[in-house]
């Protein structure tokens, strides 16, 4: 007889897991502690839902880092392409943008999650929302609903529950806790994909927060990166960022700060540059200098003016100034708080789960999406996993109970 399936957690991963069984006729209830799912889902197409890649298979999956083997049957199971096509189901075709980015062609999460709930809904599937999963007793799970304890006994249970960003929008890591308590092992749950605090003088604060720093180059150790991004109150954030935030992070672990060097003019040599000023200098204050040889942005030359502010530098002549156009050095201090970031990185780790996502120590459950120990960049590989994680874990319960 073909199980009874709970799954806790109305995310991307939920739900494809929630699709692919009801498909297959297995009776799936979805709890969730929101009054309605997908909350982050929605958001992540406030901007643009950037859904997937399409990078070849061997390069998006290196993006998972020290995850990457464990996530290659997952993209076997369920690829980029079999998420377009998916969407395409639901009535949203996808575009590849110029970065190789795959998008919705109305760009939005909210049309494709209505019709994907309401395929879901076609297909049976329960939904049972404002349903607060806060543990086990003996094998039933435990919700709080309208203050109520409702205590469930499904044949298995795929928990869904999330990371720990944006905790408004229903994942807070209060799984952690009581998965700890069951000697589940947890990696540290850290922020991912965020920006990083920098002690701007408030002469720059005031200036330039929420301006972007655009057509820069963004280095970190042998690493480095061409775009833009956001001047904020506490520091920096913003898709360049986010692309080198795992290694700072993991460099602020280590020393308790990281350095990073900005090219405020990639596309000129240093050698050009020094002779582009030569040519003003001294005629031209410092400000009017870099504007009127180089074109550097008002936000550019603030934080070139900031060296001066914070007492770092009293003259610029110009081998100096070319030297520090093209290595501006910032410290970043710390992480901005999880709470904001785009993800988490830590969470379930793998020594806790068999090769099919099963708990280890509980047969009859099992463990996806964003709550395992992984971490990717932006680019649509977030989606991309927990989706695909959600369809994989699916399609091995079809197999082993059909
Ligand atoms: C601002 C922003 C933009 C993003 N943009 C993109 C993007 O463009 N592309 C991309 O690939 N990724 C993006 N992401 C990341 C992506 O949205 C997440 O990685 C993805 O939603 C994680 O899916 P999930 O199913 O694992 O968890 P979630 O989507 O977090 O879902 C978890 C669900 O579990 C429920 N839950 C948690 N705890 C309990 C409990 N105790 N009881 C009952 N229910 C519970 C929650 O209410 C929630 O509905 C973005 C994230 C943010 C914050």
């Known amino acids: 007889m073909k199980p009874n399936i709970s799954i806790v957690g109305g995310g991307p991963a939920g739900l494809m897991a929630a699709y692919i069984l009801s498909k297959n006729k297995f009776c799936v209830t979805v709890f969730d502690r929101k009054p309605t799912v997908g909350r982050k889902f929605l958001l992540a197409g406030r901007g643009g839902l950037n859904i997937t890649h399409s990078e070849v298979k061997n390069t998006f999956i290196k993006k998972y880092g020290k995850a990457s083997e464990k996530f290659k049957k997952l993209l076997d199971s369920f690829s980029q392409e079999d998420l377009r096509d998916f969407c395409k189901k639901l009535g949203e075709d996808t575009f590849i943008g110029s970065s190789g980015r795959i998008f919705p062609k109305s760009f939005k999460s909210s049309p494709l999650l209505r019709s994907w709930l309401s395929k879901l809904k076609e297909q049976k599937v329960i939904f049972n929302t404002n349903h607060d999963w806060v543990g086990w007793k003996k094998d039933h799970l435990v919700f709080i609903n309208n203050k109520n304890e409702v205590l469930v006994k499904p044949d298995l249970t795929l928990f869904a529950l999330g990371g720990l960003s944006w905790p408004k929008l229903g ?131 603030g934080l070139i003016v900031e060296l001066r502010n914070k007492k770092q530098i009293k003259t610029f002549e110009i081998k100096k100034l070319a030297y520090i156009i093209k290595n501006y050095k910032l410290i970043l201090e710390k992480p901005f708080a999880i709470e904001r970031c785009i993800s988490t990185a830590g969470g379930i780790n793998f020594e806790s789960i068999d090769e099919n996502f099963m708990i280890k120590n509980n047969r009859k459950t099992y463990v996806i999406g964003e709550m395992l120990d992984w971490e990717a960049p932006t680019g649509g590989y977030l989606l991309q996993a927990c989706i695909s994680n959600g369809a994989f874990v699916a399609k091995q319960i079809i197999r082993e109970y059909s």
């Open 171 to 301: 994942s807070d890591g209060s799984w952690i806790k009581i998965f700890e308590k069951e000697n589940i092992k947890i990696s540290k749950p850290q922020p991912s994909n965020c920006g990083f605090y920098v002690n701007w003088t408030d002469i720059f604060r005031e200036k330039f927060r929420g301006q972007p720093l655009k057509t820069i180059k963004l280095k970190h150790k042998n690493l480095e990166f061409k775009g833009e991004f956001l001047i904020t109150t506490e520091g920096i954030e913003g898709g360049l960022v986010y692309t080198l935030s795992s290694f700072i992070r993991e460099n602020i672990n280590e020393n308790g700060y990281a350095e990073v060097i900005i090219d405020l003019k990639p596309d000129l040599r240093i050698d050009q540059i020094e002779k582009r000023l030569s040519s003003e200098y001294p005629k031209l204050s410092l400000t009017n200098l870099l504007r009127k040889t180089l074109k550097l942005s008002n936000v550019a030359i």
